[in-house]
């Protein structure tokens, strides 16, 4: 039977409301506030240095026993455990699974009020956005887009935290993880690269760990999307001056989203799950036409990335499980996220036919050649381009699942590695948006 199909919920497990939901999380202390940039070191700021110092010992223990875990799981003896026991363990026995599947995804909710560092991350996340519209922009002759990432941990992730924390050892990342993906960050899209040295603005990197849709679309409207104009009209050119081409000299921002796999995570089904995706990126579609209604749109939308965390899949059963009569659970998520990527390109021509001003582009982890056959409208002239990118290995789209496992050690969020990896399928993406 296919992932989540047709399936059953346990007879009276019911689904309580967002603010009635068991903690999905231990309490963690947080370590990096206040705000840290990509590519730049936790102990930069002077304010939090001794939380900063207090965390890497912490995280140094937490690490040096998620190896010693790693080390014992691949070895051959005979008490060896799976990866999937060894996770469960890192992760937490006692960790309730928080069963979502009755919510609508579309439906703007934030998490509850107890949830303080998810609530927290968020307000430190409006800050960077009005700051960065406070800001002056770049208006040198060669500049580029700046770029929003939109997202949940895997997009987080980029800043090195999780909940605005070091990550726990779940994670199964290595002493000095969070400063390497900064650093990739930073060479890839920062500071250190060339579109960051030409970008209108810095990058924005607004992600929160475990995030739906439906709060996903709550954080936007409520101050998670920027609003400044970042082009003089010196520096911007008529809509109608060449409607041949694409109108790159006024694209102001690209919006690149990952989002979705926590409601599959949370028991919701593929349908409702792609219902949230479409609202979610309608949403800042629609933002941008209210606030930039002269303004090409750009976006990459990414595919769900692979997951190999299995044992998140067994712990939904119940109340969803693959028989409801015998708890047999479901065993794996990868049916569900194949179902759900492969509805995603008709997904977004009803964005592309609803939002003529735009230029959207698909990253899929398949493997086939990219094909020229989408349109856009500028004018009245349509233009081709490539709406989808198949990445293949750059979407860990690996049939080794050992080789998954040196990209993304807890086989669901990149390490340094993963994000160098995948960093070159957001770079293909980029080039198609900026090609005339």
Same mark, same amino acid.
């Given at each position: 039977m ?5 399936? *059953?919920i346990?007879?009276? @497990?019911t689904?309580?409301s967002p ?10 202390v947080?370590?990096l506030?206040p705000?840290? =940039? ?24 937490i690490a040096s ?17 799976s ?12 960790r309730?699974?928080?069963y /979502?599947?009755d ?9 509850p ?18 700051e ?6 770049n208006?040198?002759n060669d ?8 997202g ?6 980029w800043n090195g ?5 070091l ?5 199964m990342w290595t002493?000095g ?14 500071? =250190?690269s060339d579109?960051?040295?030409?970008a209108?603005k ?10 739906r849709?439906y ?5 936007v409207?409520n ?9 003089d ?5 008529d809509n109608n001056?060449d ?23 949370g028991?919701?089904?593929?349908e ?7 609202a979610?990126g ?5 933002l ?5 209604p ?6 990459l939308?990414?595919e769900?990335?692979?997951? *190999? ?7 939904m059963?119940?109340?969803? #499980? =693959? !028989?409801?009569e015998t ?8 049916p @569900?996220i ?18 003529? !001003?735009?230029?959207?582009i698909?990253?899929?982890? !398949? !493997?086939e050649?990219s ?5 856009e409208?500028?004018?009245n ?7 989808? /990118?198949n ?9 080794d ?7 993304m050690?807890?086989r ?5 590695k993963g ?5 070159? #399928? ?8 900026m090609s005339?």
């Amino acid at each position: 039977m296919p992932m989540f199909e047709n399936t *059953k919920i346990v007879a009276n @497990a019911t689904s309580p409301s967002p603010s009635a939901l068991p903690r999905r999380r231990r309490k963690q202390v947080s370590l990096l506030l206040p705000p840290i =940039k990509a590519g730049q070191s936790l102990n930069d700021s002077s304010s939090g240095f001794l939380l900063c110092t207090a965390g890497r010992l912490r995280y140094a223990a937490i690490a040096s026993f998620a190896l010693a875990l790693l080390l014992f799981a691949k070895s051959g003896t005979k008490n060896e455990k799976s990866h999937d026991e060894m996770m469960e363990t890192l992760t937490g026995s006692s960790r309730p699974f928080q069963y /979502i599947g009755d919510l609508d995804p579309s439906e703007p909710q934030p998490w509850p009020e107890e949830e303080e560092d998810w609530h927290a991350l968020h307000e430190t996340l409006v800050k960077r956005v009005e700051e960065s519209d406070e800001s002056s922009s770049n208006q040198a002759n060669d500049y580029l887009p700046q770029l929003v990432f939109y997202g949940d941990s895997i997009t987080e992730g980029w800043n090195g935290t999780s909940f605005g924390n070091l990550p726990g050892q779940h994670r199964m990342w290595t002493i000095g993880e969070d400063e390497s993906i900064r650093d990739v960050f930073a060479n890839a899209f920062g500071d =250190k690269s060339d579109w960051g040295e030409r970008a209108l603005k810095p990058p924005l990197v607004l992600g929160i760990s475990g995030s739906r849709t439906y709060d996903f679309i709550w954080r936007v409207v409520n101050g998670e999307f920027p609003t400044s104009s970042l082009l003089d009209k010196a520096g911007a050119t008529d809509n109608n001056s060449d409607d041949d081409v694409f109108p790159i000299e006024q694209l102001e921002r690209i919006y690149i989203l990952l989002m979705g796999t926590n409601n599959l995570g949370g028991g919701m089904l593929p349908e409702p799950t792609l219902k949230g995706m479409d609202a979610a990126g309608r949403t800042i579609l629609q933002l941008h036409e209210k606030h930039f209604p002269n303004t090409p749109a750009a976006m990459l939308f990414s595919e769900l990335l692979p997951r *190999k965390d299995d044992f998140r899949a067994v712990k939904m059963c119940p109340p969803r #499980c =693959k !028989n409801v009569e015998t708890l047999e659970p479901f065993q794996s998520f990868m049916p @569900a996220i194949k179902k759900v990527n492969r509805a995603l390109p008709n997904l977004l021509d009803g964005w592309r036919e609803d939002f003529k !001003n735009s230029r959207i582009i698909l990253l899929s982890a !398949n !493997n086939e050649a990219s094909e020229v056959d989408a349109t856009e409208q500028s004018g009245n002239t349509i233009h081709s381009y490539t709406p989808v /990118i198949n990445c293949g290995r750059e979407m860990f789209a690996f049939d080794d699942i050992n080789e998954l496992d040196v990209y993304m050690p807890d086989r669901l969020h990149p390490n340094a590695k993963g994000y160098k990896l995948w960093s070159r #399928c957001l770079k293909k993406g980029l080039d198609v948006i900026m090609s005339r």
